[in-house]
């Protein structure tokens, strides 16, 4: 699986016209991939580990003459790479890798690039907006939000690049649009959008639905872990003629009401409480829409915080160019690629490691035979 990534990428098209072409473009997002699988940060370890590795490269047919290319070389490719043409080859791969079946979910949300904003150049912080598959555990496709725009108009161009027949797509309130909505039910998908009070009065009609109504079904879960305890009950009104006072929303079928307790174990203190609200096309009862709540919430703890905390993504300084969404993508590449190899002893992080420090292991997830 995790070669075909490497396969795709092979058809870009290289954007350079100057001395660094000595490096053909495959060899150079060949050593990209591989460094920063084997847990490579910036450029400049990713020239270093050329070097280190120049045996294991040449062993896959690069760098014959024994030259490896410079930080400067690999910075100014991806700052001219196209970051359309750099998503599409993504985009081949994971629809290839990555398939969604009916009533799974698929969670959009943002993350902002805190490094790459420059102030000399009054350039801002990029915002990029990602599709997660929980059943699959992967990224989907990427979209840079642009820089005069917000995640209200670039989430209905990332639903355009995806197949999401009988997916549920979740959002948190930036979302809840009635054109996003639309936007979703035209991809075949049902959708599941945070209620907040960005929309004036809609949080305070559901909730009034709630006082007033008896749930249709209701569901409670604990969990404990970390140090904590919380408790979630979950209650779902699953009535079209109770929903109609709610008006102009495409195909709502379902209000949830979500109320959490969160109690740290060692602190003595009061659980914290917490309720949130959620529109959906979708008819499920109410434990469902509970997995489906906290498998939203995957995209910051799988996406968004290992790509902080082991890809140290908020630290990236690359700002030229598309440098800083083109390595985005490499570092969302990556992590599919370590999620989708199977080994139960490892975590991601150390997955990265063991690449680091073993050839063979190297391979395994690059997806090549090993010894």
């Not at 902002?112 to 990029?128: C, E, Q």
């Not at 709502?252 to 959620?278: A, D, K, T």
Request: charged share 30%; glycine share 4%; hydrophobic share 40%.
């Amino acid at each position: 699986m995790t070669m075909n990534a490497l396969e795709h990428f092979a058809d870009l098209e290289d954007p350079r016209s100057d001395h660094a072409l000595h490096y053909p473009l495959a060899s150079l997002i060949f050593l990209t991939l591989a460094a920063v699988v084997a847990d490579c940060k910036h450029f400049t370890e990713i020239a270093d580990f050329a070097e280190a590795r120049l045996r294991w490269f040449q062993g896959h047919g690069y760098f014959r003459d024994g030259r490896t290319p410079s930080h400067d070389i690999l910075s100014g490719l991806f700052r001219r790479l196209d970051p359309k043409a750099f998503q599409q080859c993504f985009l081949d791969w994971t629809t290839e890798v990555c398939r969604v079946s009916h009533g799974e979910l698929v969670a959009i949300d943002g993350k902002t690039l805190r490094r790459s904003h420059d102030k000399v150049l009054g350039k801002k912080a990029i915002h990029i907006i990602s599709a997660w598959s929980s059943a699959n555990q992967v990224v989907m496709a990427q979209m840079k939000v642009d820089d005069k725009s917000n995640e209200i108009v670039a989430i209905p161009e990332l639903l355009a690049l995806l197949d999401l027949r009988g997916a549920v797509v979740s959002i948190d309130a930036i979302g809840c649009q009635k054109d996003i909505a639309e936007a979703i039910l035209e991809k075949k998908a049902d959708y599941l959008l945070g209620v907040k009070g960005n929309q004036a009065g809609l949080e305070q009609q559901v909730e009034l639905l709630f006082v007033h109504r008896k749930p249709d079904s209701s569901h409670e879960d604990i969990t404990k872990g970390h140090g904590r305890i919380e408790m979630r009950h979950c209650d779902v009104i699953d009535n079209p003629k109770a929903l109609a006072s709610i008006k102009g929303w495409p195909a709502l079928r379902s209000i949830v009401r979500i109320r959490s307790q969160r109690r740290i174990l060692s602190s003595g203190s009061e659980p914290s409480e917490e309720i949130r609200f959620y529109l959906s096309s979708a008819r499920a009862d109410a434990q469902r829409f509970t997995t489906w709540v906290r498998q939203h919430w995957e995209v910051e703890n799988k996406v968004h915080w290992l790509l902080d905390v082991n890809f140290r993504e908020d630290e990236d300084r690359s700002r030229k160019g598309h440098a800083d969404q083109n390595m985005a993508l490499v570092r969302r590449t990556v992590l599919n690629i370590c999620r989708l190899f199977h080994d139960p002893r490892k975590s991601l992080s150390r997955k990265r490691k063991a690449a680091a420090w073993s050839e063979d292991y190297l391979d395994a997830l690059l997806g090549f035979e090993t010894r």
